[in-house]
C-alpha cells in the first residue's frame, strides 16, 4: 500500500501548487488580492482533494474528490488565462502553467478510471 505522497498526481499537484503560490508573490499579482488568493486557493485545493480523496474508505467519497481536484485544475486553467491576458504572467509562465495544470489533470482522470474496476 502506498500514501497519497507516493501518487504522482498529488506529487505534480504539489509542484504546480508552489509555482502558483511564487507567482503570487510577484507583482502585480501579489498586490491583486482576490485574484491572488483565488488562484492559490484553486492550486491547493487540487492537491489537498486528491489527498483527501486516497485517504477515504468509500469509493462514492473518493471519485467525489478526485473529481473536485480535476474541477479545480479545469479552474486554475481557467484564471492563467486571465493572468496571461492581463500580462501578470508572460506567454512562457502562461504555457508552462497551464501544460503542468493539464498534466494533473490528466492524471486525476486516471485516478478516477482507477476506481472503475472495484
Known amino acids: 500500500m502506498i500514501t497519497f505522497e507516493q501518487l504522482e498526481a498529488w506529487r505534480e499537484a504539489k509542484v504546480l501548487a508552489v509555482e502558483i503560490y511564487k507567482l503570487g508573490r510577484v507583482k502585480p499579482l501579489a498586490t491583486d488580492f482576490s485574484l491572488r488568493d483565488q488562484i492559490q486557493r484553486a492550486g491547493v485545493s487540487v492537491m489537498s482533494n486528491i489527498a483527501e480523496g486516497y485517504e477515504r474508505l468509500h469509493l462514492l467519497e473518493k471519485r467525489q474528490f ?6 479545480s485544475c479545469g479552474e486554475l486553467r481557467s484564471q492563467l488565462h486571465l493572468l496571461r491576458d492581463l500580462e501578470f504572467i ?4 502562461f504555457e508552462t502553467l497551464f501544460e503542468q495544470a493539464n498534466r494533473v489533470g490528466r492524471l486525476t482522470s486516471g485516478l478516477l478510471r482507477s476506481l472503475e474496476s472495484h
Open 66 to 71: 478526485y473529481n473536485v481536484a480535476r474541477a
Open 90 to 93: 508572460s506567454e512562457k509562465q
